[in-house]
């Protein structure tokens, strides 16, 4: 699988989740301040990160994924893929 | 129909208020599953046509096993009724740590099992209902059930606060709160007891299951669309 498609499918998802624009979502985009996520729309997203990419991620982990390239960077660390 | 095709989940609904929800969302078009550790009435709940499956509420990871089968078989769960319970009665200076652990684990973890799992199913859906049955016990306390009456005003701290939490995800929860029902909960106790509470009943008479389950309907329909966190007593005045 290349970069382009992971972050591809990670913004597939912040898209359909939160319902924002595809422009919308750069890579320092914070979740809360820029896309207006909301507690428990933070705690859905992971759960459908964790569906789109088969991992669990851990609340402890989940907390530090606050923007949307760290969840790049995280998703890439732990498919193995750079 | 009011419930025509909605997936529900009754906990406990092998017999007694539960059998009657189901019976009752089976005729009004529901799609039920009866979840209960009862392996013997479960047969005789799928003879009229409904969906059993053996499940012991205080376990979490059976919950979580058995509504991903329910979404497998159904696509979904739109209805949640935590109505599994028990009692185990004694004066507080004689009961023993296994009577208030059964208690709490049945009544108030099973509750908290059951809504977890499900309530993740429904978020993705963006709508459903749960709706608890407490009892009146839980509101005005009962000599001998302190496990059953923190139990069941567990309930409605947590009906209360999932209310609020998943609002924002169209599901409303709602708590019953019925008085003296007529099931096997209630046969054991002795005539005098019940002749003092029956005093006690402006309505004069105990209430049947379906007095209950009547009201669960409301609830799980759309007719009730505005109204969540809510206790609603079906006592026949016991409480006023
Ligand atoms: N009967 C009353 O007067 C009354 C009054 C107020 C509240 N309630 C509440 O109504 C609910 C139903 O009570 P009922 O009177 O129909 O009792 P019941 O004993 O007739 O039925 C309870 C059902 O729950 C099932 N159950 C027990 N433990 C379980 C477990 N661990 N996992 C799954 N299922 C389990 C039983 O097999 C049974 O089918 C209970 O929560 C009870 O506390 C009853």
New binding site residues.
């Given amino acids: 699988m290349t970069e382009q498609s992971i972050e591809e499918r990670v913004k597939k998802v912040i898209c359909d989740q939160l319902g924002v624009e595809s422009s919308q979502v750069t890579p320092d985009a914070h979740f809360v301040n820029d896309l207006g996520a909301d507690s428990l729309d933070q705690v859905e997203l992971v759960m459908a990160f964790e569906e789109e990419f088969g991992l669990e991620i851990s609340d402890e982990e989940a907390q530090k994924l606050d923007t949307v390239g760290k969840v790049i960077e995280y998703i890439k660390a732990r498919t193995g893929e750079s | 129909m009011l419930l025509k095709d909605k997936v529900s989940v009754i906990?406990?609904g092998?017999?007694?208020?539960?059998r009657a929800i189901a019976e009752l969302f089976h005729k009004e078009g529901a799609k039920v599953c009866v979840?209960?550790?009862?392996e013997e009435?479960l047969k005789e709940v799928e003879k009229e046509g409904m969906k059993g499956y053996k499940?012991?509420?205080?376990k979490l990871e059976e919950v979580e096993k058995v509504f991903n089968e329910i979404v497998k078989d159904f696509d979904g769960i739109d209805v949640l009724v935590n109505?599994?319970?028990?009692t185990r009665d004694n004066l507080i200076i004689r009961m023993s740590e296994e009577e208030w652990d059964l208690v709490i684990d049945?009544?108030l973890k099973?509750v908290f099992n059951c809504s977890k799992v499900a309530s993740k199913i429904m978020m993705k859906k963006r709508s459903g209902v749960i709706i608890n049955?407490s009892?009146?016990?839980g509101q005005i306390g009962n000599p001998g059930q302190v496990n059953y009456s923190a139990s069941?005003a567990g309930v409605i701290g947590i009906t209360k606060t999932l209310a609020k939490e998943l609002a924002g995800r169209n599901i409303r929860v709602n708590a019953i709160a019925?008085?003296?029902?007529k099931?096997?909960?209630?046969d054991v106790l002795p005539e005098d007891v019940k002749n003092r509470m029956l005093e006690n009943i402006p309505l004069k008479r105990f209430g049947e299951?379906s007095d209950v389950a009547e009201l669960v309907l409301f609830l799980a329909s759309d007719k009730s669309s505005y109204i969540t966190g809510q206790v609603i007593r079906v006592d026949g005045g016991m409480v006023i």
Wanted: charged share 20%; net charge positive; aromatic share 2%.
């Fill in positions: 906990t406990g092998a017999q007694g208020i539960g979840c209960d550790v009862d009435k499940l012991d509420v205080r109505n599994a319970g028990i049945i009544n099973g049955i009892s009146i016990i069941k019925p008085g003296f029902i099931t096997r909960m209630t299951p």
